[in-house]
């Protein structure tokens, strides 16, 4: 099956700075690499998602990119504000989502004003 | 209001006494799953529907059964509860469109299996 590893587990930046998280995954087949970001003590909200037949994605301060040869995708968020911290797991799945979905093990980001 | 609900938001049981934790959504959506939350692990799938009367295992699946009789409703069943199920857990949906699959998150249940 499916195996998502996510790294660092934790991660601290200054404001303003960016942030990185990265992700890599198993099956050569998984086509849809979503984004989840949860505050705490909230449930986990969709921040941005990307299909296999994108190399990257951008929204305003956060972006996605894909290397389906190598089988990573990281989130990239740029001038980072005290509200981006909470905790961000990455998942991958194949058919679009619409089958079994593996999450990675979260990455805490602390952002220090 | 779009909205994934679950029920109850806590529960405490002990072992062995079968519970039932309901999600529904009004979103009219094919897709609805269910997760755990456990610290250090993540999110791991439990089961999941890919419409009525089709549901399927995922990566953590033993001790827990689910069915899908409406489209609206996904209940997630525990017939012997044990301490190790001892979790928060999270119903979503989604439909599938050209833009995407966004999984819809309900509030969270937290239970505990003394």
């Known amino acids: 099956g499916e195996n998502v590893e996510q790294h660092p587990s934790t991660l601290s930046v200054q404001e303003g700075d960016s942030a990185v998280i990265k992700c890599t995954y198993s099956?050569?087949?998984?086509?849809?690499f979503p984004w989840y970001k949860q505050e705490l003590g909230k449930r986990p909200q969709l921040i941005i998602d990307?299909?296999?037949?994108?190399g990257e994605k951008k929204d305003q301060r956060i972006a996605v990119t894909l290397n389906k040869t190598a089988k990573h995708f990281s989130l990239h968020i740029t001038e980072t504000q005290p509200e981006d911290s909470a905790v961000y797991f990455c998942?991958?799945?194949?058919?679009?989502?619409?089958?079994?979905?593996?999450f990675g093990t979260g990455t805490k980001l602390q952002v220090i004003p | 209001e779009a909205q994934v609900t679950q029920n109850p938001r806590y529960l405490i049981t002990v072992t062995g006494k079968k519970l039932t934790v309901t999600c529904s959504q009004n979103?009219?959506?094919?897709?609805m799953s269910w997760y755990r939350q456990d610290p250090g692990l993540g999110l791991r799938q439990i089961y999941y529907?890919?419409?009525?009367?089709?549901?399927d295992k995922g990566d953590v699946p033993e001790g827990y059964k689910v069915s899908r009789k409406e489209k609206r409703n996904f209940p997630l069943i525990l017939e012997s509860p044990s301490p190790n199920q001892t979790s928060l857990y999270f119903c979503?949906?989604?439909?599938?469109?050209?833009?995407?699959?966004?999984?819809?998150f309900g509030p969270g249940t937290r239970l505990t299996v003394l």
């Open positions: 099956d050569s087949a998984s086509n849809y």
């Open positions: 979103m009219n959506h094919e897709y």
């Open positions: 979503a949906s989604s439909l599938r469109t050209s833009r995407g699959d966004t999984q819809y």
């Open positions: 990307i299909r296999s037949n994108v």
């Open positions: 529907s890919m419409n009525v009367e089709a549901t």
């Open positions: 998942a991958a799945s194949r058919s679009g989502g619409y089958q079994k979905v593996t």
